[in-house]
């Protein structure tokens, strides 16, 4: 049974820092890729990152230098760590294996960061 825990999020001020985790039941986590994705309200879901078993990245392009996509293999744990943050980066944060699922396929709740003075 697939299951993913998104945590980590909260209120921060612009510039400032979170670090979200998702754990991962193994079926899924041993995917080869998994990645983050973020919905603000009103809009679709958006790629963030995507990292490999072996710990190849890649960002998307608002990502880049300013979030980092990690992952612990053996807690089945994967971490976005989140730098100079933006109000539009306001979100709910998912993460899910790479590709994402297929229409109606499993998400799990995410994690809401929002970032205001």
């Known amino acids: 049974q697939v299951q993913l825990v998104e945590s980590g999020g909260g209120l921060v001020q612009p510039g400032g820092s979170l670090r979200l985790s998702c754990a991962a039941s193994?079926?899924?986590?041993?995917?080869?890729?998994m990645g983050w994705y973020r919905q603000a309200p009103g809009k679709q879901r958006d790629y963030i990152a995507q990292?490999?078993?072996?710990?190849?990245?890649y960002y998307a392009d608002f990502a880049k230098g300013r979030f980092t996509i990690s992952r612990d293999n053996a807690k089945n744990t994967v971490y976005l760590q989140m730098n100079s943050l933006k109000p539009e980066d306001t979100a709910v944060y998912y993460c899910?294996?790479?590709?994402?699922?297929?229409?109606?396929?499993?998400w799990g709740q995410g994690t809401q960061v929002t970032v205001s003075s």
């Open positions: 899910n294996k790479v590709p994402g699922p297929s229409a109606g396929g499993y």
């Open positions: 193994g079926r899924v986590f041993s995917m080869d890729n």
């Open positions: 990292i490999s078993r072996g710990g190849t990245t």
